[in-house]
T-cell receptor, first 114, second 111 residues
Framework: ETGVTQSPTHLIKTRGQQVTLRCSSQSGHNTVSWYQQALGQGPQFIFQYYREEENGRGNFPPRFSGLQFPNYSSELNVNALELDDSALYLC?????????????FGEGSRLTVL | QQPVQSPQAVILREGEDAVINCSSSKALYSVHWYRQKHGEAPVFLMILLKGGEQKGHEKISASFNEKKQQSSLYLTASQLSYSGTYFCGTEDRAAGNKLTFGGGTRVLVKP
């Protein structure tokens, strides 16, 4: 069983730039959620994708956008980067919308904005 | 609104017990518990769906009091491997695991 993988693991950008983070979900999982985790804090929900459609969004501005592909992998895009966007970005996959169940997290992409 | 966890940090000796609390201002449908070790992904521990029902994971158990909108995580006879940051995540309805996480409780178990 393949776990959740994210890339890149670390990256450094400057303010105003754009970034794309990638996530491969666990085999058989059709739902991907993205979380932002600032240093020393709990993960904050960004949005969720189910079968290529956005299914819920947290309190993040429109410059945070995403995609889910037919193989259920996903991308998180952030435009016009700000210093406060520096964080660990976690992807989590799960099975189905109707079920309350385990989230399988990747190890994250650590973004530093200078 | 983010659930509130307490304490923020706890230091234990191996074999000691600890309780981590998670309180919400909203009525809860479910409470999820995760543990994250430094530099690693959060790992699922358990979900609680019904009030008063306890779940267990090794010597880690939890309870969920719907009326008080609270959950507690019990670390019993702690082991070195229990060190990490524990997060509760809550849902106010069946929403496909779109969790609101607390700020975390750092646990350090010393020999």
């Amino acid at each position: 069983e393949t776990g959740v993988t994210q890339s890149p693991t670390h990256l450094i950008k400057t303010r105003g730039q754009q970034v794309t983070l990638r996530c491969s979900s666990q085999s058989g999982h059709n739902t991907v959620s993205w979380y932002q985790q600032a240093l020393g804090q709990g993960p904050q929900f960004i949005f969720q994708y189910y079968r290529e459609e956005e299914n819920g969004r947290g309190n993040f501005p429109p410059r945070f956008s995403g995609l889910q592909f037919p193989n259920y992998s996903s991308e998180l895009n952030v435009n016009a980067l700000e210093l406060d966007d520096s964080a660990l970005y976690l992807c989590a996959s799960s099975l189905g919308l109707a079920q309350t169940g385990e989230l399988f997290f990747g190890e994250g992409s650590r973004l530093t904005v200078l | 609104q983010q659930p509130v966890q307490s304490p923020q940090a706890v230091i234990l000796r191996e074999g000691e017990d600890a309780v981590i609390n998670c309180s919400s201002s909203k009525a809860l449908y479910s409470v999820h518990w995760y543990r994250q070790k430094h530099g690693e992904a959060p790992v699922f521990l358990m979900i609680l769906l019904k009030g008063g029902e306890q779940k267990g994971h090794e010597k880690i158990s939890a309870s969920f009091n719907e009326k008080k909108q609270q959950s507690s995580l019990y670390l019993t006879a702690s082991q070195l491997s229990y060190s990490g940051t524990y997060f509760c995540g809550t849902e106010d309805r069946a929403a496909g695991n779109k969790l609101t996480f607390g700020g975390g409780t750092r646990v350090l178990v010393k020999p």
